[in-house]
T-cell receptor, first 116, second 113 residues
């Protein structure tokens, strides 16, 4: 979805390096998410933010940190990258729908990260 | 808990045949079940969803069925076409509090021409 963009699209880094993955959205959504995708493990939630002042850990937050700089921007950082963080990373957004069950998530195109 | 199991992990079907992917969940509070399709090089995209007050929902060639008693739901694709080849993820969620979606492990569907 072109409304959710991720940079870079591909990144190769070395063990121990600090890297940042960025996500921007023009959908005007309050909620943003970071997932990683690994073969056989599906999509696992790293961090999520329901508004600019809200940051929550997901199921696999160790080794990661996030920053919600604005409604439209949500960055994921690997403070000291390690090889098992090699994965495909997705950012997603959603808009809360009061009185209803969970809302649609809109995913970015992904960032493929390789940690050597 | 909130986990959802998805089967099979890979599925190959002849073009024109039907494909079925099944997911099971354990959390009785789950009441929202979406299906996402991920094409090569792209992010997942919602294709159909169902809420717990409905047993079946159809949209052209795709349908989702829900069995709340058995805690499982399935995606059915009829008259499959080459463009149906993709990875499919099921999910579950709840409208209690700010609970987030949990996804299955994915099914790689290949349509054989």
């Amino acid at each position: 979805d072109a409304d959710v963009t991720q940079t870079p699209r591909n990144r190769i880094t070395k063990t121990g390096k600090r890297i940042m993955l960025e996500c921007s959205q023009t959908k005007g959504h309050d909620r943003m998410y970071w997932y990683r995708q690994d073969p056989g493990l599906g999509l696992r939630l790293i961090y999520y933010s329901f508004d600019v002042k809200d940051i929550n850990k997901g199921e696999i937050s160790d080794g990661y940190s996030v920053s919600r700089q604005a409604q439209a921007k949500f960055s994921l950082s690997l403070e000291s990258a390690i090889p098992n963080q090699t994965a495909l990373y997705f950012c997603a957004t959603s808009e809360p729908t009061s009185g209803r069950a969970r809302e649609t998530q809109y995913f970015g195109p992904g960032t493929r990260l390789l940690v050597l | 808990g909130e986990n959802v199991e998805q089967h099979p992990s890979t599925l190959s079907v002849q073009e024109g045949d039907s494909a079925v992917i099944k997911c099971t969940y354990s959390d009785s509070a789950s009441n929202y079940f979406p299906w996402y399709k991920q094409e090569l090089g792209k992010g997942p995209q919602l294709i159909i969803d169902i809420r717990s007050n409905v047993g079946e929902k159809k949209d052209q060639r795709i349908a989702v069925t829900l069995n709340k008693t058995a805690k499982h739901f399935s995606l059915h694709i009829t008259e499959t076409q080459p463009e149906d080849s993709a990875v499919y993820f099921c999910g579950r969620g709840s409208n209690f509090g700010n609970e987030k979606l949990t996804f299955g492990t994915g099914t790689r569907l290949t349509i054989i021409p």
